[in-house]
């Protein structure tokens, strides 16, 4: 009798976490793009990037939660006070609280800067002016009114868009 108990009871809880587990996984994969105050609470009001400190163009900034508690927060600085060099190839920060993966490219946990150039490329800096990455980006035609900078969900990820180029940024 001790062990029918023993088998309902580890059965019931088996069948339980394999109904839960769906969920779970659900809850961990979706992705949420901020708006209003959940933006205006994660974005931060200013940057540090190669030696100076730049504030938020808070309309041109946009994030994204994955799952609960996973982020990506991107905005645009002010760099009038960068030289023309670094304002060439660095437009704002890229904030990442959790690896992921940029056009399939991996990025770790971190803070970066990051630009977009003329020629279909994202660049990622370290906070000291370097290159980490440069990625190809993809030209949406179909974008009706592009701004600046700006998210929009895509399968089980983002696209960061500035103008009409995107990447595809998914958590990992």
């Known amino acids: 009798m001790m062990n029918l108990r023993r088998v309902l009871f580890t059965s019931s809880l088996l069948l339980f976490a394999i109904c839960c587990l ?3 996984v659900v809850a961990q994969n979706s992705v949420t793009i901020l708006t209003g105050a959940e933006l205006n609470q ?3 009001p200013g940057f540090y990037f190669q030696g100076l400190s730049a504030p938020t163009q ?3 900034s946009a994030a994204a939660r994955f799952g609960t508690r996973r982020f990506v927060i991107t905005g645009l600085v002010d760099t009038s006070g960068y030289a023309a060099d670094v304002r ?3 437009e ?3 904030i990442t609280d959790s690896p992921i993966s940029i056009n399939r490219f991996d990025v770790g946990t971190g803070a970066y800067g990051f630009g977009f ?3 279909g490329k994202m660049q990622i ?3 000291a002016g370097n290159q980490i990455l440069s990625i190809s980006t993809t030209k949406d035609n179909e974008l009706k009114r592009p701004r600046p900078l700006m998210m929009t969900k895509s399968g089980g990820g983002i696209r960061l868009y500035s103008g009409k180029e995107y990447v595809t940024i998914v958590a990992k």
């Open 58 to 60: 808070m309309r041109n």
């Open 22 to 24: 769906p969920a779970f």
């Open 125 to 127: 800096l370290d906070l």
């Open 117 to 119: 150039s003329n020629d």
């Open 42 to 44: 994660v974005v931060p």
């Open 92 to 94: 704002g920060f890229f």
């Open 88 to 90: 060439a190839k660095y």
